[in-house]
């Protein structure tokens, strides 16, 4: 079992920044691929960044490249989601996920365990 808990959410104005945490317990935590999911208002839970366990290879969506980077620290269980140049359209509840799967993932259906989430609401 590995438990996961976000934080780091909150209200930020278009072109700001946030970044998002996530805590992983559990004894084979840190060789999990970790991926980040988000869903707006209204919207399906889509897939936003995803990262290998030794952190050497990532994937992004289209949406967010180049302003998002997602990171880990295995020594302190944490994935991190660095969030820039964020736009209205960014606001949603953001989940951290944890795959069974060898390589950064964007599939949904791929992830095992999911966090409660964190709102990011980013205002106009």
């Known amino acids: 079992q590995v438990q996961l808990v976000e934080s780091g959410g909150g209200l930020v104005q278009a072109g700001g920044s946030l970044r998002l945490s996530c805590a992983a317990s559990g004894r084979t935590a840190s060789s999990h691929v970790m991926g980040w999911f988000r869903q707006g208002p209204g919207k399906e839970r889509e897939f936003v960044a995803a990262i290998s366990w030794s952190g050497g290879s990532t994937n992004y969506a289209d949406s967010v490249r180049g302003r998002f980077t997602i990171s880990r620290d295995n020594a302190k269980n944490t994935v991190y989601l660095q969030m820039n140049s964020l736009k209205p359209e960014d606001t949603a509840v953001y989940y951290c996920?944890?795959?069974?799967?060898?390589?950064?993932?964007?599939?949904?259906?791929?992830?095992?365990?999911w966090g409660q989430g964190a709102q990011v609401t980013v205002s106009s």
């Open positions: 996920a944890a795959s069974y799967r060898l390589i950064p993932t964007g599939w949904r259906t791929d992830y095992n365990y």
